[in-house]
């Protein structure tokens, strides 16, 4: 069983940055994939960012690539997302999600565990 906690979400102006953590409960959080999800007003969830359990390895979406970066640290059971030159259309609750049955997983049915999620939003 793994328990997540967002936090670090709020107001921005476009072109700012945020950094979002997510706390996890539970000593094998080194074995969990973890993910970043977003999910805006009348839209789905949608897959942001990715960190593998081995080495690290990172994935993003595209529309987030080379803006966001996504990182854990496993002494500490935490990842991170720092959402760089923010746009309006960042605008979204944002979840961090874990599973282990995948290197890399995209797909929101893909993961076991979810956190509560943090707001971001982005003025113009």
């Known amino acids: 069983q793994v328990q997540l906690v967002e936090s670090g979400g709020g107001l921005v102006q476009a072109g700012g940055s945020l950094r979002l953590s997510c706390a996890a409960s539970?000593?094998?959080?080194?074995?969990?994939?973890m993910g970043w999800f977003r999910q805006a007003p009348g839209k789905e969830r949608e897959f942001v960012a990715g960190?593998?359990?081995?080495?690290?390895?990172?994935y993003y979406s595209d529309s987030v690539k080379g803006r966001f970066i996504a990182s854990r640290d496993n002494a500490k059971n935490t990842v991170y997302l720092q959402m760089n030159s923010l746009k309006p259309e960042d605008t979204a609750v944002y979840y961090c999600?874990?599973?282990?049955?995948?290197?890399?997983?995209?797909?929101?049915?893909?993961?076991?565990?979810w956190g509560q999620g943090t707001q971001v939003t982005v003025s113009s």
């Open positions: 960190i593998g359990w081995s080495a690290g390895r990172t």
């Open positions: 999600a874990a599973q282990r049955k995948y290197e890399m997983a995209m797909k929101p049915s893909s993961y076991d565990y």
């Open positions: 539970g000593r094998t959080f080194s074995n969990y994939g």
